[in-house]
């Protein structure tokens, strides 16, 4: 079966028109996801991420100014050409959405019940026993036990992973081709963060769903995407499949991100590896490289120059640095060199004979 | 047993609302101020909705012969100078003053929740609601009403009309604030990004969280649009003179406050009782619907 392109972004700019002028919160983001696959979406608050995903459902347009540029192609059209009307026809029938704080994503006034059969019958013309027996089979299907009982109950009576189940569950109402996940796990705690990422993992393989995940989480992104998009202010800066990106990250941007990652084979004396400052605002936009004023790595060129997004020969990797070769091999050589130091650490304890005590004191 | 399952569960959720207002019907009862304001409620609603049968003389029958009679055994709150029944005028009139505040507040509630709501929803349509808003409550509630009274013509159809456009904005000003706060709410965008309609959301989803700040403000506006219409018929623009409203009754003992008491006390010892217990049971159902102040209580 060839690759089918289920979603296809182009050049998307989205604008918010504020008091303080007209500002591109995303800035020509291109990228795509195809029927079944999982696509995770990284970067820091405010690099506009939330904002493409809600560019996607135009959510944005119920509440604020904005206007889009470029082009959203979903099964064929353009839906920063659709109306209202045909969008609501979109939203949550063909592609749904769930958000970062389960807790206040639903009516406290309503049982999770009431919830998931109004998501049902909006885009569905069923009979309200039907509708009733779904979420049932909803709610059993995300795990939560004894739905039967479940359902009736209220938001307020479900912990916090309970709600994100509701939440999926309403989400999966109306059989999605396309699943929008904003920072789904951010709100819980590590244990039901995982059991939540194997819940989205199991249902894109039952569902063949494809699921675009945003997350400023690279751990999370490595067990469960196929392919990931790099953001800063409203960028792209970087794409490729898992595999190359964590073996051979190319922007110095995401060499950052993975610096800030814990590992557990590396020195623990050293301190955890932050990148310097904070994401401007986009009422200052650096000039040349968006990234320069926090990059280690930044010449004349990258402050005066804003590089294109180009594919790197050896990986496959679409990425915008002008440096992006030279910082690679540098990535590479000290990865080895740590991988090297590991293995020697190990085997001088394996000497000694206590080998999990050597590199994990 | 697959088939009994549903009923079973509807059974359950019947039962879990039945215990919730219960639940809500107890508090009520156990707070001192809802309570007081009920039993006043209850016996103002009794007297007027009986008053016909309760009195033995009618509201408009004349007897000079007694005419500013002291209260006594035959004419229980005395008789005025016309000869009529204090008793049986202030039993009628707190029957007209109950209807008008009912009627005015239910219709308040209803047009100032869709003011409300819907200026909650549109900025263009907020703008234009919400000035127009602003415009009558720049004036005071009685000027406004005595300018709508001699606009309309003196009658209580008339009166309950103008006493609605007088109430209306404080309504429609809660309920638009309290619809913004919900608007915000994840749940709310949560339920755009499903494909819900704006006016589904608006009454669906926003609507709920509005109610109670709205029936707390309806209470209050019962008991206010029965002194708004008291003291418009004390100054003659309001009910027309010879039917048997407190502000009527007031205006009528004016003229003999120095030697016929009765015909100011009673109807104005009426007045207070009526307006007090609303004014008693709002302020319960306050406590009871707001969280805030509930905890604020507790905390005491």
């Given at each position: 079966m060839p690759e089918e392109l289920l979603l296809e972004v182009k050049a998307l700019r989205t604008y918010f028109h504020t008091a303080r002028g007209k500002l591109a919160a995303v800035d020509g983001v291109s990228f795509d996801v195809k029927r079944g696959e999982i696509v995770g979406v990284v970067g820091e608050s405010g690099c506009g991420k939330s904002v493409t995903a809600q560019s996607v459902l135009r959510l944005l347009d119920e509440k604020h100014d904005v206007s889009y540029e470029g082009e959203i192609r979903f099964a064929g059209s353009?839906?920063?050409?659709?109306k209202q009307r045909q969008m609501r026809e979109i939203r949550g029938n063909e592609i749904a959405m769930i958000f970062q704080d389960p807790l206040s994503s639903l009516n406290p006034v309503y049982t999770i019940g009431e919830q998931i059969i109004e998501a049902i019958m909006l885009h569905q013309k069923i009979r309200r026993k039907e509708a009733v027996r779904k979420a049932i089979e909803l709610l059993r299907l995300t795990g939560i036990p004894s739905p039967e009982q479940r359902v009736?109950?209220?938001?307020?009576?479900?912990?916090g992973g309970m709600r994100q189940r509701v939440m999926i569950a309403i989400a999966l109402a109306c059989e999605p081709q396309l699943l929008i996940a904003d920072?789904?796990?951010?709100?819980?705690d590590v244990t039901i963060q995982a059991q939540m990422m194997e819940l989205i993992t199991e249902l894109n393989r039952k569902l063949a769903m494809s699921v675009l995940l945003i997350t400023h989480d690279l751990g999370v992104v490595a067990e469960t995407c196929q392919r990931v998009v790099v953001m800063y202010l409203g960028q792209v800066v970087e794409m490729a499949d898992v595999a190359s990106l964590f073996a051979r990250p190319l922007h110095p941007y995401t060499i950052g991100l993975m610096g800030a990652i814990p590992r557990m084979d590396s020195d623990r004396t050293q301190d955890l590896q932050a990148i310097e400052g904070s994401v401007p605002s986009l009422l200052n936009v650096p000039s040349g490289c968006r990234f320069a004023p926090r990059c280690a790595y930044a010449d004349e060129q990258c402050r005066q120059h804003m590089p294109e997004l180009k594919r790197d020969a050896a990986s496959g990797t679409m990425v915008r640095c002008w440096h992006a070769g030279t910082l690679a091999e540098a990535f590479e050589a000290t990865e080895a060199a740590i991988a090297t130091e590991t293995s020697e650490a190990a085997e001088r304890a394996e000497e000694k004979g206590g080998v999990q005590h050597a590199i994990y004191p | 047993m697959e088939k009994a399952q549903p009923s079973l569960h509807l059974a359950k959720r019947k039962r879990a609302f039945g215990n919730r207002r219960r639940g809500l019907l107890k508090r009520l009862l156990a707070s001192k101020t809802a309570s007081a304001g009920s039993v006043l409620i209850i016996v103002v609603a009794f007297i007027s909705f009986f008053a016909p049968w309760i009195?033995?003389?009618?509201?408009h029958e004349v007897d000079i012969v007694n005419r500013l009679s002291p209260p006594g055994t035959e004419h229980w709150f005395g008789t005025d100078n016309l000869g009529r029944d204090i008793f049986s005028r202030v039993m009628h009139g707190t029957q007209i003053s109950a209807q008008v505040g009912f009627t005015v507040a239910l219709s308040v509630a209803i047009l100032g929740l869709v003011v409300g709501l819907y200026a909650s929803m549109y900025k263009w349509l907020d703008q234009l609601l919400m000035r127009t808003m602003d415009a009558l409550f720049a004036f005071p509630a009685i000027l406004l009403a005595i300018a709508i009274m001699a606009a309309l013509g003196p009658s209580v159809s008339n009166l309950i009309i103008c006493l609605i456009i007088v109430f209306i904005p404080s309504v429609a000003r809660i309920v638009r604030s309290a619809a913004l706060v919900a608007k915000e709410q994840t749940y709310v965008e949560a339920m755009h990004a499903l494909g819900a309609s704006q006016t589904r959301i608006l009454w669906q989803h926003i609507m709920p969280s509005t109610i109670s700040p709205l029936i707390v403000q309806s209470s209050f506006i019962f008991a206010e649009a029965i002194i708004v219409e008291a003291a418009l018929s004390f100054l003659g623009a309001?009910?027309?003179?010879?039917?048997?409203?407190l502000g009527n009754l007031l205006a009528d003992g004016k003229m003999y406050i120095?030697?016929?008491w009765w015909m100011t006390l009673f109807p104005g010892f009426a007045l207070i009782i009526s307006v007090l217990a609303m004014n008693l049971f709002g302020d319960g159902i306050r406590d009871l619907l707001d969280p805030h102040v509930r905890q604020g209580k507790g905390k005491k």
């Open positions: 353009n839906l920063l050409e659709l009736w109950e209220y938001p307020h009576q479900l912990s920072e789904p796990t951010t709100a819980l | 009195s033995v003389y009618g509201p309001g009910i027309p003179a010879p039917m048997a409203s120095y030697n016929s």
